[in-house]
């Protein structure tokens, strides 16, 4: 079993930043992949962005991508997603996603990001 906390959500004025943090734990060895996704109220939930953990590979959805960044600390198997000018319209709860070889899939608890215009 992988256990994923995350960290880092909050309330930012529109135009801030904030960064984001999950850590693996458990049988977190060395994923296929990490990743963000969120869900805003009454939305379903949405890719954001991954990294793929040997080749470095990133990708990011259309409408964060020039203002998010993923990054990751192999040792510590963490994941990070530093998110800049932010817009009401980021507001949702994000939650990190690990993939681990075979393709299982764990999810963190989600934390809040609140953005006010």
């Known amino acids: 079993q992988v256990q994923l906390v995350e960290s880092g959500g909050g309330l930012v004025q529109a135009g801030g930043s904030l960064r984001l943090s999950c850590a693996a734990s458990g049988r977190a060895f060395r994923p296929y992949s990490m990743g963000w996704f969120r869900q805003a109220s009454g939305k379903e939930r949405e890719f954001v962005a991954e990294?793929?953990?040997?080749?470095?590979?990133?990708n990011y959805a259309d409408s964060v991508k020039g203002r998010f960044a993923i990054s990751r600390d192999n040792a510590k198997v963490t994941m990070y997603l530093q998110m800049d000018s932010l817009k009401p319209e980021d507001t949702a709860v994000y939650y990190c996603?690990?993939?681990?070889?075979?393709?299982?899939?764990?999810w963190g608890q989600g934390t809040q990001v609140t953005v006010s215009s």
């Open positions: 990294i793929r953990w040997s080749s470095g590979n990133l």
């Open positions: 996603q690990y993939r681990d070889r075979s393709m299982t899939t764990y």
